[in-house]
């Protein structure tokens, strides 16, 4: 596929529907341990983490002024979506507000990491499947906290899936957004990158990491998501 | 060895002295207050984080710059090395009779965790050193901002038992003095056999993001407001991250 428009939206939407691979643990147990949703979300961060520091040396060091006005922006985007979304606050609340809260919520950090595959794709294609292919497996134990939580309220697994594979619907739109931003003005990339890597980071520290120290141990916490990291920059050789 | 060695040992063992000396400004606020509060104690400790992970960063491109997977392999001996330390520090804590411990016992325990750490802390500045003055400027940077909330640490345990301000950050500089001492053998290690500096990176970063993973972040989350705690690590992480690059 040479179009890097159509390249990005063909990686978005294969890590977007990678998401409902996060409702197979449910056909064995109806709930999962707590422990298993902690080193799902410390799974995901630490994937997370590893992937804005790949977005971070892909870059020439001379455009750090850009990637760190993306990044600020990144990070207080983030912050102010969180208030404005305040998570739900009774745990087996079934209402559909509270259902709403939690999809937007997914939506919203699907959104920053269509922002980082459209990014990756717009510095080089392998940089972009490299993004796609871990995003798609960030995906996976990320659709499993959301589902967890809709099966709490009721909701049938095959529906849990079909709306956790939804709610990564921005993925693909901002993807294609971000690519057809850059191509065009490609000045605006370490911008793009910048926010991508900014709004991952505060997703981390913001929801993954307090939700999953929440649910499992420290030690077990730093562990899979030290894993992850490791395992991403491993990947990727480290530097681009 | 050749003759500029002598010179970055001095200047390896001044960065790792003053990373040491920074931990007694933790007693300073006891000079002003009687009690420091737990939520300033958190955002020192998020402060912290930030500069550690963005550090780390730094430490990893350098080391996956010569060889990734050494570097990845030197992480996982960091991970270790912090696993280990704070097993024997448990059995420490553990043993009989330490839920009636004296007060002295107390400041004891403070003092054996806190060292306990600082030789990973001092190996982290020394290897820095080997991957250039600029990984070297960061490192010792965040470590010894790191070393306030510790110093604090100390210095609140040490004071309401009758300690001076002097007394208490006298002891935060002792606890953190195996900084200098490992720092130098450290970068005499990585500057004599260069294949193994990938490996003292990313031991060094390993052990850093670990100890911020399993212990300052979940500390800073418990005893302060979440979101704040997380836009200080966040924006901390990235300035970081990025004045590396940019330097």
Redesign the interface.
Known sequence: MSDPLLTALAYAAGAAAASALGALPFLRKRVLPPSWLGWASALAAGLM?GLA?TI??ALP??R??A??GG??LG?LLV?AV??LSAAPSAPAEADAPAMGRLLLSGAVHAAHEGVAIGVATAVDLRFGAFMAIAIAVHNVPEAAVLVAGLRQRGVRLGEAAGLAVTANASQVALAAATLALTVPAPGLTPWMAGLA??AL??LV??EL??DS?HHAG??S???V??AA??AV??AR???P | MNAHVPTSVLAVFIAALITALATGLGALPFAFWKAVGTSAVAYANALASGLMLGASFGLVAEGSGVNGPATMGGAALGVLAIIGADRALRGVEARPGRERASGTRRMLLVMTVMTAHSFAEGVAVGVAFGGGARLAVAITLAIAIHNIPEGLAISATFRPRGASIAACALWSIVSSLPQPVMAVPAFLFVETFRGVLPWGLGFAAGAMVFMVLVELLPEAYEQARAPKVALLVSLTLVGMALAQRSL
């Open positions: 983490l520091y971070l040396v060091p001379n750090a002024p990637l760190a990044a600020a990070v912050a969180a208030r890597v900014g980071i505060h520290m913001t990491l307090p120290y420290r030690t916490i730093a562990l998501a030290v990291m490791g920059v491993l050789g480290g530097l």
